[in-house]
């Protein structure tokens, strides 16, 4: 079972009576780009309410738009699945909970965001880093594990009968039910962080220069009976290079290597926790959802996460959110050309009552999708757009090549030096040298016309004397180079 399609009305940052629609056009995987205020935190923001279980969801009408007509009661939040009707959340309405769909997907989803992130590293100001509330609210809440008589439960929930247990009045029976309920908490905790210490350590291996082994200090929970409090409410991060512990480690790493053992430490709780599918029952979407959480790791670690997603996730459905343009276009380059990604795009346009309004491209797979922009400029007769867009998929195209095939390109160290005309002479390079010109020679002696007259004067504001049948065989120049199939 997947989910095929998310549509957000009068939520946040989308304004009502509009209907924002994120098609996974039958893939499994979504990236989206958004600009700031364009309203990709809104969208995280519809996943991670639409499938809340706990009781602390606030109704949506906390949620509505603030700009839009206070009368406007419509707004709502649809998840389409591949089987059965849409699972819609309304304004007036509950969350869709009492749908199976909804419900395991839930209990089988992480959705993270950047603020997530500062909670493992970044906000403690003391020696020590204390995971206590994360790992049990949050990192292994899902944690599945057996008590006695045979029982299972998960982490979160024994903390919250630890909890209830608290006596009012320190009767030695009161403080025995308590007691008994510590231990069994205990006893569930302590052999989780031996796998979770592992999975870390074999995620952050992918990372490059992050060598590191964690280490997950648990004292176990007591009670004060004198003062009346938790004692040992601790899980204690420890890092480790060559065996030999860094102390104040978040005092001294450098925001990339925090960030990406913040980034295991989630992956890692989630692998770990997520329950597996029932033998012979529905398979439930597995759904991971990550807004912005790369913004603290350069470029060089950013591609090991693509790594770590297609390696450790494949059997999720995965929603990748972010606000760099630059990364986003790494990444669409990286994913594309596959039957695994969809992608969109979110830009802010000032809009009458509204501060900014979201402006939604939906977009196919790169190159094929800038040359169907091409044509649609062509037949609107704006000739200078759909130039741009052809050299779009042209650049595209040859960039793509060249990764798939491994073909070595000049290096520089600006990247706005990284000219088509690079990739495209080391592509004649390496065609020539394995005798195959003649089969190309058509392609591209048509690329070559064509390159010089229209894949770039139209992109500067002086005027051009070019004609609408050059652009049209430019585009099926562009096109034609389909024929240099990829490795994938």
């Known amino acids: 079972m997947k989910i095929t399609k998310v549509e957000v009305s009068d939520f946040r940052a989308f304004p009502g009576p509009s209907i924002y629609t994120f098609d996974f056009k039958g893939r499994q995987n979504l990236l989206l780009y958004g600009e700031n205020g364009s309203g990709k935190s809104s969208f995280f923001r519809a996943l991670v309410e639409f499938f809340r279980l706990d009781s602390s969801g606030k109704p949506f009408a906390a949620h509505k738009n603030i700009f839009s007509a206070p009368a406007l009661t419509d707004g709502k939040v649809t998840v389409c699945f591949d089987s059965g009707d849409p699972a819609i959340w309304t304004f007036q309405g509950e969350r869709p909970t009492t749908d199976p769909r909804v419900a395991e997907t839930a209990i089988r989803k992480g959705c993270l965001d950047y603020k997530a992130l500062l909670q493992t590293n970044f906000i403690h100001t003391s020696e020590t880093v204390n995971l206590f509330d994360l ?85 176990g929970v007591g009670y004060d009976t004198t003062i009346g409090v938790f004692t040992g409410r601790e899980i204690l991060l420890g890092i480790k290079f060559q065996n030999k512990a860094i102390p104040s480690h978040h005092h001294l790493l450098n925001e990339a290597r925090l960030s990406a053992i913040a980034l295991a430490l989630y992956l890692a709780g989630l692998l770990i926790s997520i329950p597996a599918p029932v033998p012979g029952g529905l398979t439930y979407p597995k759904l991971l959802v990550l807004d912005d959480v790369l913004i603290g790791i350069d470029m060089s670690n950013r591609m090991p996460v693509l790594e770590i997603l297609a390696k450790y996730f494949s059997d999720w459905q995965i929603v990748l959110i972010t606000h760099d343009k630059v990364w986003y276009e790494m990444a669409r380059l990286q994913t594309s050309g596959g039957a695994h990604w969809t992608y969109h795009e979110l830009y802010a346009e000032p809009g009458g009552n509204c501060l900014d309004r979201p402006v939604q491209h939906g977009n196919d797979e790169g190159w094929t999708d800038y040359l169907a922009r091409a044509r649609k400029h062509l037949q609107e007769h704006d000739e200078r757009a759909a130039a741009t867009y052809a050299r779009a998929a042209f650049e595209s195209k040859i960039k793509r090549y060249c990764d798939k095939q491994g073909i070595a390109v000049r290096y520089r160290i600006d990247q706005r030096m990284m000219l088509a005309e690079s990739f495209w002479e080391a592509i004649k390079k390496k065609i020539a040298a394995e005798g195959k010109m003649a089969e190309f020679q058509v392609v591209f002696t048509d690329i070559e016309t064509y390159r010089k007259v229209v894949l770039n004067p139209l992109s500067h504001s002086g005027a051009a004397a070019i004609s609408r049948v050059e652009i049209e065989n430019a585009i099926k120049a562009v096109d034609a180079l389909k024929a240099l199939k990829e490795k994938e």
């Not at 320190?170 to 302590?190: C, G, M, P, T």
């Open 135 to 219: 790992t049990i609210n949050s990192l292994l809440a899902a944690y599945p594990v057996t008590i006695s008589g045979g029982k299972t439960a998960v982490l979160g929930k024994l903390w919250e009968q630890v909890l209830a247990a608290k006596p009012k009045t320190h009767h030695k029976s009161n403080v025995q039910r308590l007691n008994d309920v510590i231990v069994i908490f205990n006893d569930a905790v302590r052999p989780v962080f031996p796998l979770l210490e592992a999975k870390v350590k074999e995620l952050l291996q992918i990372f490059p220069a992050c060598p590191f082994e964690v280490t997950l200090d648990f004292p």
